[in-house]
């Protein structure tokens, strides 16, 4: 069939050869997929995102070309043609066309739609999220997959359902990507604090608070950073509810998203670890109780202008999928396991002396480690290193694993840029508000009783550990004779400093 003078033009013809190029590099790429099983973000996302967008603007091309040749010799008079193309179906030329036309089309837009589902999905999987921008995604990605979180897809959270938030996550999406291409972009990365969505909307369709009541028990194993490695336990009751379920929330760590009561608080800083002001409401009653800071100095005017927010569960869960561990907590995760052996004398304060160092990239990191465990025991105990090689080169690969999944020089992570908020140990955490210092008008404390959310019934080393009855509590025993120490200074302004 003859085709018509007006697509005897340039960008018809580039227009129509962007668009076969394209079109045979999407069926190649998907031949390749399918027969070799090639399942790659990458591919898929040339497949049926960049490939495509390309081959649209081929065939977009080509009708504009056509339209401004038509013009063109509409103006010049050198075929009388009219401005705009006449369709009669009783012309066979024009049916054929038609028919041609209208079929391609079909199959344009079947193709399309099938496109545009597997991009769909291509940019909601987790490959995409995570991998995608390797060196920005690495850390949040590595975490997620040693999270309990792991089998969860990452936009269950960070998006939810609806379409509101799918398109405000993409939009986000098309900044974070401008930021990449760019090379603008902090390190470490910051939290999405004001991007996050509701924890009620995303959270709670899990972990719905019905489910929240039962107490359960923890044991938790330290080892100390002396010759011997000294293991200590400490055995803790969590109140997460109340002794008997039936009260529901009205005691308990998740007293504090009781639906009866709302609790809510302004932070000095964007981050929501410096707490100024806290306000109580027993919504059945409308009794509000606002609590203030005694040793913050904080102007009733630079309050009005700061964010009230009401909590939930990522105010003390904030890193639920992202937590990245302290070289003393992944050390004795290692040890626990038995890929560090307690065997070796002094390992755990060797480690930490060295892991307390800033490294400048991983390799480095992982070269440090290496020579420093094996230049200590050689120097030290030499006799003792030729004999106990294996153990020592087993060690040092546990440590750099350990350190390659929770920290990462090239980006300026380590656990202390994200602090946990969950407990108290090496960041503030539940200290931030229960720290005994917010008093209301009425002289209502926040208390820094900790048995509010748990009881210690067991604690000391092997062999030698006390017990209360699940109905009683012992007082907190420090590993290390601290004095009273621990009852005046918050945990985190000696543990932060120590790794």
Not at 202 to 228: G, M, N, V
Not at 300 to 327: F, G
Not at 374 to 387: A, L
Not at 467 to 485: C, K, M, N, Q, W
Request: neutral net charge.
């Amino acid at each position: 069939m003859k085709l018509p003078s007006s697509t005897r033009n340039w960008l018809t013809i580039i227009g129509a050869i962007i668009a076969a190029i394209n079109f045979g590099l999407i069926i190649l790429l998907f031949l390749i997929s399918t027969l070799f099983n090639a399942d790659s973000t990458n591919l898929g996302l040339f497949i049926y995102i960049i490939l495509p967008g390309f081959l649209v603007l081929g065939l977009l091309l080509i009708p504009v070309g056509m339209l401004r040749e038509r013009r063109r010799q509409h103006r010049s008079g050198t075929e009388g043609t009219a401005p705009l193309p006449r369709i009669d179906l009783n012309d066979p030329r024009h049916k054929n066309a038609f028919v041609i036309f209208t079929i391609a089309t079909i199959i344009i837009l079947f193709l399309s739609t099938l496109g545009s589902f597997e991009a769909y999905h291509i940019t909601e999987s987790v490959a995409f999220c995570g991998t995608l921008c390797h060196e920005v995604m690495e850390p949040e990605h590595t975490a997620y997959q040693n999270s309990p979180h792991a089998n969860v897809t990452c936009v269950e959270c960070h998006v939810g359902s609806g379409a509101s938030w799918y398109v405000k996550s993409k939009l986000s999406g098309l900044r974070q990507v401008y930021a990449v291409l760019t090379n603008d972009f902090s390190r470490p990365i910051e939290t999405p604090l004001h991007d996050l969505r509701p924890a009620r909307e995303t959270c709670e369709k899990c972990h719905w608070p019905q489910k929240f009541y039962s107490r359960s028990l923890r044991t938790i194993k330290y080892f100390l950073a002396d010759s011997a490695n000294s293991e200590w336990d400490i055995i803790l009751q969590m109140k997460t509810g109340p002794e008997y379920a039936e009260l529901g929330l009205k005691e308990g760590i998740h007293w504090h998203i009781n639906p009866a009561i709302a609790v809510s608080y302004k932070s000095e800083n964007d981050k929501r670890e410096v707490i100024t002001y806290v306000e109580y409401t027993e919504k059945a009653s409308g009794q509000k109780h606002i609590y203030r800071d005694e040793n913050l100095v904080v102007t009733d005017s630079s309050l009005a202008v700061s964010e009230k927010r009401t909590m939930d569960c990522i105010d003390c869960h904030n890193r639920p999928s992202h937590n990245y561990k302290s070289p003393s907590a992944y050390f004795d995760k290692a040890m626990i396991t038995g890929e560090i052996s307690s065997k070796l004398p002094n390992i755990k304060q060797v480690s930490m002396s060295i892991l307390s160092e800033t490294f400048t990239s991983k390799d480095t990191a992982m070269m440090k480690i290496g020579e420093g465990i094996k230049n200590h025991y050689s120097n030290e105990m030499n006799d003792f290193y030729g004999t106990n090689k294996d153990l020592i080169d087993k060690a040092i690969t546990a440590i750099q694993k350990e350190f390659s999944q929770n920290t990462f020089p090239e980006m300026g992570v380590r656990y202390d840029k994200y602090p946990e908020h969950i407990g108290h140990q090496e960041s503030d955490g539940c200290f931030r508000c229960h720290n005994g210092r917010f008093r209301s008008e009425t002289g209502r404390v926040i208390s820094k009783d900790c048995n509010l959310c748990h009881t210690i019934i067991g604690q000391g080393k092997p062999g030698m550990m006390k017990y209360a009855s699940i109905r009683e509590s012992l007082e907190f025993e420090h590993p290390v004779d601290i004095g009273t120490e621990w009852k005046e200074t918050n945990c985190s302004e000696c543990h932060k400093s120590l790794y």
